[in-house]
């Protein structure tokens, strides 16, 4: 089993600041099989990006992915409020799928 | 996009099974994988498994003991069976489309096992 592991756990920041989260893979993950979701309380987690930099449909472009191999990177440029959230990356190359255990960016 | 409806009780008794079912419009169950996944409160995501629209299936093994997917193309349903529910098993349960690169994802529904 691949597992993620996301750090911080927790990061505290204010609107306007840049946000860098990390995941890093206890094995090799191509991007093509890498995925970032964003979860707001009492919400399904929703696509952010795949293929560990392409934006989904609505991601704002101040959303950034990058990485490869084990380390993979989510940046958010000019934090706005509505991005304050839990993040997940996700791996889908071997089974079982598994999630990290999610950052909580918090102001 | 895919839209998918999760439906199912809401309680379940411990050692019962629990059964949900989801519903898919704005698109085709062929050629998709059609996952489960679930959220105890206040915790983190767990992949439960998928059925292929060819009814191949793939379980997690922290809980493939447990589970049974199926899906019925006539009515555009998937379903899920976990035996055996404990306490531990309370969560939200998402179905989703997924794998795929473009996921798409249920609002998700809360099962709580409690006597």
């Known amino acids: 089993e691949i597992v993620l592991t996301q750090s911080p756990g927790t990061l505290s920041l204010s609107p306007g600041e840049r946000a860098t989260l990390s995941c890093r893979a206890s094995q090799t993950v191509p991007t093509k099989f890498l995925a970032w979701y964003q979860q707001k309380p009492g919400q399904a987690p929703r696509l952010l990006m795949s293929?560990?930099?392409t934006r989904a449909t609505g991601t704002p472009d101040r959303f950034s992915g990058s990485g490869s191999g084990t380390d993979f990177t989510l940046t958010i440029n000019a934090l706005g409020p509505e991005d304050f959230a839990l993040y997940y990356c996700l791996q889908y190359v071997n089974l079982p799928y598994t999630f990290g255990q999610g950052t909580k960016l918090e102001i | 996009q895919v839209r998918l409806q999760e439906s199912g009780p809401g309680l379940v008794k411990p050692s019962e099974t629990l059964s949900l079912t989801c519903s898919i419009s704005?698109?085709?169950?062929?050629?998709?994988?059609w996952s489960w996944i679930r959220q105890p409160p206040g915790r983190g995501l767990e992949w439960i498994g998928y059925i292929f629209y060819s009814g191949n299936t793939s379980y997690n093994p922290s809980l493939k003991s447990r589970v049974a997917m199926s899906l019925d193309t006539s009515k555009k349903q998937f379903s899920l069976k976990l035996k055996s529910v404990t306490t531990a098993d309370t969560a939200v349960y998402y179905c989703a489309r997924f794998p795929a690169a473009n996921a798409d994802w249920g609002q998700g529904t809360l099962v709580t096992v409690s006597s």
């Open positions: 704005n698109g085709s169950i062929n050629n998709n994988y």
């Open positions: 293929h560990a930099s």
